[in-house]
């Protein structure tokens, strides 16, 4: 089922000029689809850098709580 929503034009524009390939909702999802990998990344460094400032894995950290 397909359900249409209104978008202010501000927020196509802002779209548009992020992703120039596709239609409204193939750039949303692919703005969406990056923007979590980004986070991910953001929490692997994250856990990256806090294992090594500690000496411990986050599972072996995890174990111990």
Same mark, same amino acid.
């Given at each position: 089922? /397909? =359900? /249409?929503i209104g978008i202010l034009r501000s927020l196509i524009d802002i779209v548009n000029n992020i992703e120039h390939e596709g239609d409204i909702n193939t750039k949303v999802k692919h703005i969406l689809e990056n923007e979590l990998i980004r #986070? &991910?990344? #953001?929490? =692997? &460094? /994250?856990?990256k850098h806090l294992e090594k400032k500690y000496g411990m894995s986050l599972s072996k950290f995890k174990k111990k709580e």
């Open positions: 089922m /397909t =359900e /249409t #986070r &991910l990344n #953001r929490y =692997e &460094l /994250t856990i």
